[in-house]
């Protein structure tokens, strides 16, 4: 088993282990994080890339529930390069560390800390926008409005012009939120 295929064992079992499923659709977690993979894989083929794409909900998700899990053991196992775009891909400003902001102060701390993740992390965050938008118009319409109001907030600061992935994503996520933004009627 090679270390790709490693990450993908390791990200599958610890969804699994907390069992988690995508909210409206049931499919297993880790489902997400591999179609994010393939987005990524469009564009690169840089190994520590594509295993941070896999592994990028892990310590966000499943390391409050199974602290094997943890940011220390990603780097043991996968090397600094992958748990450092891990860390910059876990959000920081979440509802059980900041109980008394509202989401909109989370969701405006959390644009400004992503606004300074590197190249790298970038590419993986807008792939993680184009998976998830198109899953969320899909299979919960009512909620598709407030996640499309945040990520046409979020997206412009992801945006580097001087790298062709970047350039590439970018233009795909922005074109399916103008697309999903008509479709619903959602005024920016």
Known sequence: MNRFEFAREFGRFG??????????????YWTHTEAVTEIVRSVTDKQSMLIA??????????????????????????GWEVSELVDQLTDKFTKEAYPYL?????????????????????????????HNTSDI??????????YLK?????????????????????NIANNQLEKYCKELDVRL
């Not at 969804?15 to 297993?28: F, P």
């Not at 118009?137 to 407030?146: G, H, Q, S, W």
């Open 137 to 146: 118009v899909e299979t919960d319409p009512d909620f598709a409005i407030t």
């Open 102 to 130: 509202n989401r909109d102060e989370r969701h405006a701390l959390e644009r400004k800390r992503q606004a300074l993740m590197d190249w790298n992390a970038k590419v993986i965050k807008i792939a993680d926008l184009i």
């Open 150 to 170: 945040e990520k046409s907030l979020l997206l412009p600061l992801l945006r580097v012009t001087n790298d062709l992935r970047n350039v590439k994503l970018f």
């Open 15 to 28: 969804h699994n282990s907390i069992l988690q499923v995508r909210k409206v659709t049931g499919l297993a």
């Open 53 to 78: 794409a896999l592994l990028h909900d892990i310590v966000e998700d499943v390391y409050p529930k199974n602290s094997a899990y943890s940011l220390q053991t990603i780097k043991g196992m996968f």
